[in-house]
């Protein structure tokens, strides 16, 4: 199946739905304002809260690794797409299958990456 740049524009407008949604700006301010607030003579004086609050840090910072995820790799597929004659896809450290590079389905190639798509060969 050929990705047409319409599919790609939309997977972009779907990124950036997300985007907004998730208020990731927002929580990209908040986590750089708790982390300065964690630097703060006396944050560790109270080791039990100061550890609380650094837990709640990482689940938001763990959001936005998700997220940066998510659109470094709808970048690296689109240059991939137009560069290579085969992808070989991984999952875990594992080959999950190789597929053509030009018409290569992203979705496909999604769902091998998480194992979702079961093991393809493309050879």
Known sequence: MMITS???KDLRQRI????????IAGKRED?????????APGFWDDPKAAEAFMKGVSSVKSWLTS????VSAADDLDVLMELA???????GGKV????????????QIGMMMTRVGGEQDGE
């Open 96 to 107: 999950s299958g190789i597929v053509p590079g030009r018409g290569a389905d992203k979705q």
């Open 67 to 70: 997220f940066d995820a998510i």
């Open 6 to 8: 319409e599919q790609i």
């Open 31 to 39: 986590v750089a304002a708790k982390e300065a607030q964690s630097q």
């Open 16 to 23: 950036a739905a997300l985007e907004k949604s998730l208020d």
């Open 85 to 91: 004659d085969r992808i070989l896809v991984l999952c």
